[in-house]
């Protein structure tokens, strides 16, 4: 595994039960609806992938970049659009697929930000939410797994753009981010 990672928090066994389980629900809920799939890049590209193969109803997809963590682990509270939808949301069942909810702060913007332009519901999806995240008032419809405070990588998370590719998701040595 590596001196830089210290244990590992979610195994590819987990995430593959888990989102098995909410891909039952997601089918479930929107039956007979057409579906888009908003997925917050580039984290969320992995549950993304997994979750959207996984669901028995067809899906679109479609992709949004925001920033607000710089190089480090402390978000910053400022959140910029890097790449806006390609599609137009109005009327449609939006999905927001998220990769993690920590502070809460691009969920909630990106939830005002969304629904701002008039879809006909809005949901999220996040394969792992942080204690923090209860301080915001937002409403997540389907959570994964609720993990400790720590700063995690793997299955799409990233420190400084590494470790995005390992299959599971663990936590990191502090001495590689100076914790
Ligand atoms: P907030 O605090 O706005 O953060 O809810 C959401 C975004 O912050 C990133 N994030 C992390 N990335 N390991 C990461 O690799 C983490 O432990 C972590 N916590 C937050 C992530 O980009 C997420 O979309
Ligand atoms: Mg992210």
Redesign the pocket.
Known sequence: MGTDLESVLVSKEEIDAKLAELAAKIDAEYAGKELLLVG?LK??VMVMADLARTLSNPVTMDWMAVS??GAG?Q?SGV?RILKDLDTDIKGKHVLIV??????????SWLLSNLGSREPASLNVCTL?R?P??AKVAIDVKWVGFDIPS????GYG???GEK?RNLPFVGTLAPHVYGG
Do not use: H, M, N, R
């Open positions: 917050v984290g969320a607000s963590y682990t978000s959140v998220e990769d993690i909810i920590d502070s809460g702060l691009t969920l792992l942080k923090d995240a720590e700063f995690v990588v998370l990233d420190y470790y």
